[in-house]
């Protein structure tokens, strides 16, 4: 089976395919056995949408377990300093590792800010907190799904863990509906451990009483305007 115009989207892949596969059919099922090539393509990895710029995938077996060797970088036009920054994935489709790499070769701290926001990290304490925040950003948003179970497992609905703010001010926020119509969000400050509790009621559609509680509090009435 030889193919020149497929698509594939999955792994946090999307990608156009070419290559040469073959079917086979045997008591375990069916399997596949040949290379695909990824001559253009995305792949979404650390929350950025990078450009892949070497990618194969080796079938030898069941066709949701390919081999993968792919290269995704940056978008060169928007990271200084003429730097490549990316992630090189391999390994199994159900068990992959990623790595960051850079060209010049620097370190994993320097290439991943490269990575994220398309420059070096600077000694900046403003830098600094950047950085972590993203970094706190990036495990909360691999464990979204797991903290999405969690919630229903305890009958809170729409559970979430999630980030807010920037800079020194950056919160990790978790959020869910404990009444319809009840939503109830604590956040914590990464740099200065404050926290806030909010209290959000619908009183109507597009009408709001929120109820916050930390340094400071606040009774607001909210209406949600759509454009």
């Known amino acids: ?18 290559g040469d596969l073959k079917v086979a059919q045997d008591k375990q ?6 290379q695909i090539t990824i001559p253009e393509g995305r792949f979404h990895a650390y929350g950025q949408d990078l450009l892949v710029r070497k990618g194969e995938l080796l079938f030898s077996g069941p066709p949701d377990q390919p081999l993968l060797n792919i290269e995704a970088i940056r978008n060169p036009e928007a990271t200084e300093n003429d730097v490549i920054a990316g992630v090189r994935v391999t390994g199994t489709a159900d068990e992959p590792k990623a790595e960051i790499f850079s060209d010049p070769a620097m370190s994993q701290q320097e290439a991943l800010s490269y990575l994220l926001r ?13 950085m972590t ?9 691999q464990s979204g799904q797991v903290v999405g179970k969690i919630g229903e497992t305890f009958g809170v609905s729409n559970l979430a863990l999630d980030t807010q703010g920037v800079g020194d001010s950056s919160q990790v926020v978790v959020s869910g509906y404990v009444l319809p119509g009840l939503q109830v969000k604590y956040g914590v400050g990464i740099f200065d451990s404050l926290a806030t ?14 109820a916050v509680s930390g340094v400071d ?7 949600q305007f759509e454009f």
Do not use: C, I
Not at 217 to 223: G, K, P, V
């Open 1 to 18: 089976m030889w193919a020149n115009n497929v698509r594939l989207d999955a792994f946090g892949l999307k990608a156009r395919l070419t």
């Open 29 to 34: 099922g069916l399997g596949l056995n040949g």
């Open 118 to 130: 398309g420059q070096g990290l600077d000694s900046n304490q403003s830098d600094s907190a950047a």
């Open 133 to 141: 925040s993203m970094l706190v950003g990036l495990g909360v948003a």
């Open 197 to 210: 509790l909010t209290l959000r009621y619908r009183l109507m559609p597009k009408l709001y009483l929120e």
């Open 217 to 223: 509090q606040a009774l607001d009435l909210l209406y």
